[in-house]
């Protein structure tokens, strides 16, 4: 039953920034995935920004140069720092994280999704 609570989102100007977190609560014994995806009207989720176990990064194209995804285990917490933002970057942004969990029963896999948080970008 790992969950997740994303802060961060807004309205911001061209040209402005925001960092969006992800905060994971639950116990976490392992994370094998981490990524950020992000949904605008009209159109389907896109991947936008992932981090492995090994720590390697990759972007979707249109966000890179101007996002970063970082993480902080001590806090179990997903970040996703936007720069340079666009009016195409509006859209609702969601965090996933997938690893292997404990419960009562014992470990479990788990594929869990942050709540949503609506990015605005526009003058």
């Known amino acids: 039953q790992v969950q997740l609570v994303e802060s961060g989102g807004g309205l911001v100007q061209p040209g402005g920034s925001l960092r969006l977190s992800c905060a994971a609560s639950?116990?976490?014994?392992?994370?094998?995935?981490i990524g950020w995806y992000r949904q605008a009207p009209g159109k389907q989720r896109e991947l936008v920004a992932t981090i492995t176990s090994g720590g390697s990064t990759n972007y979707v194209d249109s966000v890179k140069g101007r996002f970063t995804i970082s993480r902080d285990n001590v806090k179990n917490s997903v970040y996703l720092q936007m720069d340079s933002l666009k009016p195409e970057d509006t859209a609702v942004y969601y965090c996933?994280?997938?690893?292997?969990?404990?419960?009562?029963?014992?470990?479990?896999?788990?594929?869990?999704w942050g709540q949503g948080t609506q990015v605005t970008v526009s003058s």
């Open positions: 639950g116990i976490i014994l392992s994370i094998n995935a």
């Open positions: 996933n994280i997938r690893g292997i969990g404990w419960r009562a029963l014992g470990r479990y896999d788990f594929d869990s």
